[in-house]
């Protein structure tokens, strides 16, 4: 009979500690899927800052070489970078 009291004390026990848990497992789950979707826009924000350092070089050797060719490199290069940079700031909304 002691022990029976011991087990249905434990199981009374045990129920907050099983709500508490479920919750922390969902607001981990959550958390990750935040932290993913964070992790996909920083990926698209960090391509487009690429891009558009590879562009501002393209600008600058343009001007070095006078070449008309690589400023519209450069310009395309620019609008694929705020392409990115346009995607990632909205894929993070």
């Known amino acids: 009979q002691k022990l029976q009291a011991i087990a249905t004390k434990e199981q009374n ?3 907050p500690i099983l709500k508490n848990a ?4 969902r607001n981990a789950t959550d958390a ?3 932290s993913e979707r964070a992790l996909r826009a920083f990926e698209r924000l960090e391509a487009a800052v690429t891009l558009l350092e590879v ?5 600058s050797i343009s001007a070095l070489v006078r070449s008309q060719m690589l400023l519209i490199i450069a310009g395309g290069v620019a609008a ?4 990115f940079l346009i995607l990632g700031v909205l894929y993070h909304l």
Do not use: L, M, N, T
Request: charged residues 30%.
């Open 13 to 15: 026990d045990a129920k």
């Open 22 to 25: 479920q919750r922390y497992e």
């Open 32 to 34: 990750e899927e935040h």
């Open 80 to 83: 694929i970078g705020c392409i």
């Open 55 to 59: 562009s501002i070089v393209f600008v």
